[in-house]
């Protein structure tokens, strides 16, 4: 079991920066992948970004290539996702997820935080 909390979220410009956290508890979070997604009132959870266990492979949706980096400090058991040139269409509750395989499938991924909320205005 792992226990995941997200943080970092709030209200920025458009063309602004904001760097999301994800403090695990519980089991180690180096024993797994770790993945971020994002999801507006009404739709689905859309993958952002994913990450090994060891940190050396990321992933990315098309949408935010470039301007999103994933990044895991094992020692600290943190999750952090930095979001550059944020866009209007960024707005979205934002979730860490902890799973064992790489992968941008939300159903692949077995715990979740409770998500934070990142607006953009234009």
């Known amino acids: 079991q792992v226990q995941l909390v997200e943080s970092g979220g709030g209200l920025v410009q458009a063309g602004g920066s904001l760097r999301l956290s994800c403090a695990a508890s519980?089991?180690?979070?180096?024993?797994?992948?770790m993945g971020w997604f994002r999801q507006v009132p009404g739709k689905e959870r859309d993958f952002v970004a994913a990450?090994?266990?060891?940190?050396?492979?990321?992933y990315y949706a098309d949408s935010v290539k470039g301007r999103f980096t994933i990044s895991r400090d094992n020692a600290k058991n943190t999750v952090y996702l930095q979001m550059n040139s944020l866009k209007p269409e960024d707005t979205a509750v934002y979730y860490c997820?902890?799973?064992?395989?790489?992968?941008?499938?939300?159903?692949?991924?077995?715990?979740w935080g409770q998500g934070t909320q990142v607006t953009v205005s234009s």
């Open positions: 997820a902890a799973g064992l395989f790489v992968t941008g499938e939300a159903r692949s991924y077995d715990y």
């Open positions: 519980g089991r180690t979070v180096s024993s797994y992948a």
């Open positions: 990450i090994s266990r060891s940190g050396v492979s990321t």
